[in-house]
């Protein structure tokens, strides 16, 4: 038995969760106040049978892992530990493996800790690092901010930092690996990539030290320089605060979204806490996957600059594509967030940003609008075309149709013809797997495998990637395949190290819900309808490249097209016979 499968077998889900809510049972299923938000009906339910957690007010769900990892902020092996000892299981020599694979990253964490005493050190007890604590308290931060965002200072010295891990028993090459040193150009030696510069560490949603970013007090360049990409670090994946303000987020429905460091440390130091920072970086699809976990909306108050604008307009099309709901504020010119909250305040700027702000589809339609000359039809024409690839990667139908109507509305021509562009000219097709978030035979399989290991050993064979290629769900089974594949177990904990939180979620509250018993046969008759579907997809994209070779004449490439063609049909023809 895997040492996953021991825990679940011994431990008591109602008692964990009882450490951090009061629980009262109804029926078969336990409930009470989420311990992941504020709350005064109780939206929190636990079943005890299948071992399984889910809020219905801010959509947090999982298992017993999930549930030690997020109140405790620690990794799944962390978490598989922790159970081991409450509940005095031996780890296996197999788990203690597993446990040494993570050896690298925990010393990449131990490292971080390490520079990050030295840095807070630097600060507070120096005569340099006076210079940056001046600085900043005359840039209006107050002690007690400094303290709780954990700001330090890196001296302005080659390798004072890299000395000091070296006597920590810190070997050279883990501190490289770490991003804070650098191979000295003269063959020998490292010198400390961070000096002189005030230091601003970068906390994963666990509370873990995972990189820094450091201003300068000198006035070199870079002004800000931030660390490499690392093991345990990428900008693209992580927003800077969110450790902080992510309950804050999910209690206000909202996230406001701004640039950098001193943005969000003023922000949250005049009592706005729902902020978070895209750490001076262009914003990414991985970085709206972390913020959607804790709310569908996002208000951009990024600088009102060239450069703030270009950010803004790019945040807008990524988040319109996440199906998050944006809306754009920008402050008046001369101001930042940092700048105005401490100028104006916190209630000024509230209401400044709530009466001042444009929904996102909006900003975007006026911005490039008024960039284009619209007098001449090719650029007309082309920034319709720009438009509509935009708003066809929107995942919602319904949403879809309205910036259709919109996009009708400030071109003057009829949303048929829209629609039309949408059909043949743009590169997404619209298929079943576009209409809802999960589909019917997706989710229930997805289930199924979650719930029913012996069920799952036998169907994960029969999966192939290609099948649920753009699935909502495609990354959680890849997962899936690969944990599989490796032997490493299939635990939502596992996954959700990985995935986004909000489709686990979405999964676990049907698993709750849902009280019929698989088998094997609905779990395969769940996977043949995916493969339908993904065969009738292609055989859609296939056709549509006959009709086109067919009008340009093209008969060598036609020929191979139509015996492609064939295939699937006859494919799709044998997979109903199996029914």
């Not at 446990?99 to 005493?117: F, G, P, Q, V």
């Not at 700048?339 to 001042?356: A, C, T």
């Not at 008024?370 to 919602?396: A, G, M, T």
């Not at 990637?465 to 032997?487: A, H, M, P, Q």
Request: proline share 3%.
């Amino acid at each position: 038995m895997e040492i996953t499968d021991l825990i679940r077998e011994k431990a008591d889900i109602i008692e964990l969760a009882s450490q951090y809510t009061n629980l009262r049972q109804r029926g078969k299923r336990w409930f009470g106040l989420c311990p992941f938000h504020s709350e005064k009906t109780p939206s929190f339910t636990v079943d005890p049978e299948k071992k399984l957690y889910h809020c219905f007010g801010c959509g947090a769900g999982g298992d017993i892992f999930t549930l030690i990892m997020e109140k405790e902020k620690m990794s799944f092996w962390e978490a598989i530990k922790f159970l081991c000892q409450k509940y005095n299981i031996p780890l296996p020599e197999k788990s203690l493996e597993k446990s040494k694979i993570n050896e690298e990253t925990e010393e990449l964490y131990r490292i971080h800790d390490h520079a990050l005493k030295f840095f807070r050190k630097c600060l507070i007890s120096t005569s340099e690092g006076k210079r940056a604590l001046d600085y900043l308290i005359k840039r209006g931060i107050k002690k007690e901010t400094i303290e709780f965002f954990k700001i330090g200072y890196a001296p302005k010295s080659w390798n004072s930092l890299y000395s000091y891990l070296i006597k920590q028993n810190i070997k050279p090459e883990s501190i490289e690996k770490a991003g804070l040193i650098i191979p000295s150009q003269k063959g020998e030696g490292f010198y400390d990539r961070f000096r002189g510069r005030i230091i601003f560490p970068i906390f994963n949603l666990l509370g873990k030290v995972i990189a820094f970013g450091g201003r300068t007090v000198y006035d070199d360049e870079p002004k800000y320089l931030n660390s490499p990409e690392t093991p345990i670090y990428s900008k693209g994946n992580s927003l800077y605060g969110l450790n902080w303000s992510k309950d804050y987020i999910r209690e206000n429905k909202e996230a406001i979204l701004v640039e950098g460091y001193m943005d969000l440390i003023s922000l949250y130091q005049s009592g706005i806490k729902n902020v978070v920072a895209s750490l001076g970086t262009s914003l990414t699809t991985s970085q709206l996957s972390l913020l959607q976990r804790f709310t569908k909306r996002v208000c951009v108050n990024y600088d009102s600059d060239q450069a703030g604008q270009s950010a803004t307009l790019r945040s807008i099309s990524l988040c319109l594509e996440k199906g998050l709901e944006v809306k754009i504020s920008l402050l008046p010119e001369g101001y930042d967030p940092d700048s105005f909250v401490k100028e104006k305040g916190k209630d000024e700027y509230l209401n400044y940003i709530k009466d001042n702000n444009i929904p996102g589809f909006e900003f975007l339609c006026s911005s490039m609008m008024k960039s284009r000359n619209l007098d001449l039809p090719q650029e007309k024409s082309q920034l319709l075309r720009e438009l509509v690839e935009i708003i066809s990667k929107v995942p919602d139908n319904i949403v879809r149709s309205e910036y259709i109507k919109k996009l009708s509305e400030y071109f003057d021509i009829h949303e048929s013809e829209i629609r039309e562009i949408i059909k043949f000219g743009a590169d997404k097709v619209f298929t079943e797997f576009d209409k809802e978030e999960f589909l019917p035979a997706e989710k229930r399989l997805l289930q199924i495998i979650l719930e029913k290991k012996e069920i799952a050993e036998k169907i994960i064979p029969y999966i192939n990637i290609n099948d649920i290629r753009g699935l909502k769900s495609e990354r959680i089974f890849e997962k899936i395949l690969n944990n599989f594949n490796n032997n490493k177990g299939l635990s939502i904990g596992l996954l959700k190290e990985e995935i986004d939180s909000s489709l686990i979620s979405s999964i676990v509250q049907s698993m709750i819900v849902n009280q019929c018993e698989p088998s094997l046969e609905e779990a395969m008759d769940c996977l043949n309808t995916l493969k339908r579907l993904s065969l009738e997809k292609k055989l859609k994209e296939i056709q549509r490249e006959i009709n086109k070779l067919e009008k340009e004449g093209n008969s060598h490439k036609l020929n191979a097209y139509l015996e492609l063609k064939q295939k699937i049909m006859k494919d799709l023809l044998a997979l109903c016979e199996t029914k």
